[in-house]
């Protein structure tokens, strides 16, 4: 039996041993006496605002050695890769720097609107590739590095990801960031520095799913700036007194303080000086370390305020961990909003306009509904610091947020019990009762929201219901979206049919009352840079040379890759875009030998699913569908199964533990087809542990066939989609989220289309309530490998009865319903691979069709349809 997870190895950073060496290559200047004389910052002056062919390598060395001696204090003699990354990203910093403050000052002096992104998640993966890719300054680095004895390739291996964020929702907003800078928008983005980002996986032997802690900040990081002026104090808990009748100001005191200590990362743009900010909060001790309870031998009451403050900002919540850790989450919200509000509203009064005229410099745009609290948030400084008027301060209010809803399954809706809230934040919770009750005063009346639904659809009793800010019940609980929603300026959806299905179903009270123009949609996009240029660099020169356009051009014009069509007829290009193909295979071959020690088959179809596990998501039909290929391969002759496709099959994603099963089927899956010599050059299967930014992106670039397989109506947009689309690789899915807006760009004869579409999906679920028909009858093939699973062919069948019940009973997601027509576009998959002429043709016009998918496309979606924002490009005027 050949194990799939080697446990030493899985999950594990694979570090090389260190490997001490000296930099070589440079040549220090010698004194009178011959003595060498190594750069130090008091002497040695180079430049720092280098960019593209302007930079000098001379330069570049000179700083990277001076950041060696001076910020790290080693000596060149004595240097591994882990160290020069670490001088070769200051002296990267140190040019971003320049532009970085050169465009805060340009902002300052324009005073323009500004558009701030509140995200809870930003997951931002490595920094220094794309700072170089960013700057224009890789070749120069490259072969600065190499005259130093290094090499690029290795150091840029040393970082860590910076993994703030769960999945889609974090990569979006990191992607966001990137178009704000690359278009010049005043944009910056507002999250937490949590010292823990999301867990690394580790797989055990038996397919289990463990998770270790993700320490990102062990090794110094050197891509962020400490600001430790920069703090705000955050209150908890306490009394809120009203001190004056009705809706006026109130007193908030007592409680807990805690400190907000800023961190800055710096976002520069794609071929512009303009370099955004992503501000990053830490928590501390308002006070530190209690003295007295120490002096009096008090040593854990000492710590123990200090380690509670601390914990605010320790880690970053895994998805649909609901119950764990509530109370500290709610805080973790509060605590970010507050000082993001804080921080935008100081920033706004350097400007010395009137506080009437905030919307007209400030749109904050909630990414979901975890940054909700920033509304009542907002409210109490208008109304308890700068005495304004309860109607006065709603009108600002509603002006200045935009919701972007990432939704619509109803149990992802986010809810905070009001006795929790009430205890945590009273203020807020008086303010939320305020912007819900129904008023006694008829200058209330128009503003007030149910009283103003009460006037609309008079007792209309269950839509005043629905709409209400509270759900009845024990506890009563607030609704987070509601408020969102009702707090908004404009709200919009992340694809067509999404935002289609948010107007009709979860808020289409709120459609009613308000009118429909006041909700949009602004379908995803994903940065090139990092999902093309950076990922596929191969790709990336061929395109370039094949437009005659220079990469810096079409990155911000993806649109311009249309013109590739015409080359798909051209048999020489074809060959070049397969080869390149083949070698991103091959590379991603030799990272899951060398990390895993697995030896892949790449003379075989890559079929890749990347994403967090999830019952909709349905990696489960993947899983099933491999094990049906399995038991057909089996059933072939020896002769008729050399004719069949080869494929290989990867799975990467980090699961909560109501998934923890699905893992654990596809590795012991994995673990038995992958041994078994009859079907083994056909069909083999891999699990790759700890999915983050920088697997995907070796993983995309070597894709054939991906899947995008959430039952219709449940997947929001998805952005691998257009990950694996932008780089070449075809796409089976469903007609869900993006999909269809992906079919509609690069043609639908380009996607392998399967499964039920959204309109029928109610009915499907309330036949499998009502009328259920046993799997047996209603997909014989399908009941057949269930079978298998339960009969042990995997291991104890018991462990996965839950699993394969989800889908005997209920079937919620409709696996049975989809099974044969994903089975018949599996087959289509492979009778197109046979052709591949032709495949490489449906490849290329892909590529070539994408570039509606751009994030630069959607974030001025955003700043147009939304913010209202003009960019402002540094050094032009
Ligand atoms: C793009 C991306 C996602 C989102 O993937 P979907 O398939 O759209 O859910 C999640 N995680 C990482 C690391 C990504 O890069």
């Not at 690029?152 to 990137?178: H, M, Q, S, T, V």
């Not at 100081?346 to 920033?374: C, M, W």
């Not at 992802?412 to 205890?423: D, G, I, R």
């Not at 990469?551 to 014009?557: G, I, N, R």
């Amino acid at each position: 039996m050949t194990s799939v997870i080697d446990p030493k190895t899985i999950g594990k950073p694979v570090r090389q041993r260190r490997h001490i060496r000296t930099l070589t290559g440079y040549t220090p200047e010698t004194d009178a006496s011959g003595k060498e004389k190594w750069p130090r910052g008091d002497e040695t002056v180079w430049k720092t605002n280098m960019r593209g062919v302007d930079a000098d390598v001379g330069d570049i060395t000179k700083s990277v050695v001076n950041h060696v001696q001076t910020s790290l204090a080693r000596q060149a003699y004595n240097l591994d890769n882990l160290g020069a990354y670490q001088a070769a990203a200051l002296s990267v910093r140190d040019n971003m720097l320049v532009n970085w403050n050169e465009t805060q000052l340009h902002y300052t002096r324009k005073a323009p609107k500004r558009a701030y992104y509140l995200s809870l998640e930003f997951l931002m993966g490595r920094t220094l590739d794309n700072a170089l890719l960013n700057l224009d300054l890789k070749s120069q680095y490259k072969d600065g590095i190499n005259q130093l004895g290094f090499s690029l390739e290795d150091l840029l291996e040393e970082e860590r990801d910076a993994a703030l964020g769960n999945g889609g929702l974090g990569r979006l907003a990191a992607c966001y960031l990137d178009s704000s800078a690359s278009q010049d928008l005043p944009v910056w983005g507002y999250g937490l520095r949590y010292k823990y980002g999301i867990f690394q996986q580790l797989i055990s032997p038996e397919g289990n799913q463990l998770e270790a802690p993700d320490p990102w900040l062990d090794n110094q990081n050197p891509w962020e700036l400490p600001r430790i002026d920069v703090n705000y104090e955050v209150r908890f808990y306490g009394q809120s007194e009203r001190l004056s009748e009705g809706h006026g100001r109130a007193l908030w005191t007592g409680g807990q303080e805690v400190l907000a200590v800023a961190y800055d990362v710096m976002i520069p743009g794609c071929n512009t000086r303009n370099t955004n900010n992503l501000r990053l909060w830490e928590s501390k001790p308002k006070r530190g370390f209690d003295l007295n309870s120490f002096n009096a031998g008090n040593y854990e009451g000492a710590v123990e305020s200090s380690n509670s403050a601390a914990a605010i900002t320790s880690v970053l919540y895994p998805n649909d961990h609901t119950t764990f850790g509530k109370e500290l989450r709610l805080k973790q919200q509060y605590f970010w909003t507050a000082a993001s509000l804080a921080d935008i509203i100081r920033r706004f009064k350097n400007l010395g306009k009137s506080i009437n005229e905030f919307p007209d410099y400030v749109a904050i745009q909630l990414n979901d509904t975890h940054p909700t609290l920033a509304i009542p948030e907002l409210m109490r400084i208008l109304i308890d610091e700068e005495d304004l008027d309860w109607n006065f301060a709603w009108q600002i209010v509603t002006n200045v947020f935009f919701f972007t809803n990432h939704t619509v399954l109803p149990e992802a809706l986010e809810k905070w019990p009001v006795p929790l809230m009430e205890h945590i934040l009273p203020r807020h919770m008086q303010i939320i009762y305020d912007i819900k009750a129904v008023s006694n005063t008829n200058t209330f009346a128009a503003r007030i929201f149910l009283q103003a639904v009460e006037k609309k659809f008079p007792g209309d009793r269950e839509r005043l219901a629905r709409m209400s800010l509270i759900e009845e019940g024990f506890p009563k609980q607030v609704r987070m979206a509601n408020l969102a929603c009702i707090g908004s300026r404009r709200i919009n959806g992340v694809a067509e049919l999404h935002s289609k299905l948010v107007q009709t179903t979860i808020l289409k009270d709120f459609v009613e009352f308000f009118g429909v123009s006041k909700f949009g949609n602004v379908t995803n996009g994903i940065t090139p840079r990092r999902w093309l240029d950076q990922c596929n660099p191969e790709l990336s020169k061929l395109i370039s040379s094949t437009l005659k356009i220079d990469k810096s051009v079409w990155l911000k014009d993806l649109y311009k890759l249309k013109d590739l069509v015409k080359y798909a007829a051209d048999k020489g290009f074809r060959a070049e875009w397969a080869a390149i193909k083949q070698r991103n295979k091959e590379r991603l071959a030799h990272h899951i030998e060398t990390t895993l020690g697995f030896t892949v088959n790449t003379n075989a179809m890559f079929d890749v699913q990347i994403k967090r596990l999830h019952e909709y998501k349905r990696q489960t039909l993947n899983i099933l569908g491999v094990i049906h290929r399995y038991l057909e391969l089996k059933a072939l002759t020896p002769a008729l199964r050399k004719k069949v496709n080869p494929k290989v099959v990867f799975f990467a994603g980090k699961a909560a533990p109501a998934f923890f099963k699905t893992i654990r089927l596809i590795v012991n899956v994995a673990r038995v087809i992958n041994a078994d010599p009859e079907t083994k050059d056909y069909l083999s299967l891999y699990f790759l542990p700890d999915y983050s930014v920088s697997l995907a992106e070796v993983l995309i670039p070597a894709s054939d066939i991906s899947q995008h397989i959430s039952t219709a109506g449940t997947e929001a947009s998805g952005t691998s989609n257009m990950k694996f689309c932008l780089n070449g690789g075809l796409l089976v899915g469903t007609v869900d989220g993006a999909n269809i807006e992906i079919a509609e760009e690069v043609g639908e004869e380009n996607v392998f289309f399967f499964g039920h579409l959204t309109p029928a999906v109610e009915d499907l679920r309330y036949q499998h309530m009502y009328h259920p028909v046993p799997v047996d009858e209603a997909c014989p093939p399908l009941a057949n490998v269930l079978n298998q699973i339960s009969g042990g062919l995997f291991g104890d069948g018991g462990v996965y009865e839950p699993l394969v019940n989800t889908i005997r009973q209920g079937d919620y997601y409709l696996v049975t319903d989809d099974f044969d027509s994903y089975i018949r576009a599996l087959a289509m998959v492979d009778e197109a691979y046979l052709d591949r002429d032709e495949w490489v043709k449906k490849s290329i016009c892909t590529t070539a069709n994408m570039g509606k998918f751009s994030s630069d496309r959607a974030i001025m979606d955003y700043a147009q349809e939304y913010w209202n924002l003009e960019p402002i490009p540094v050094g032009k005027d």
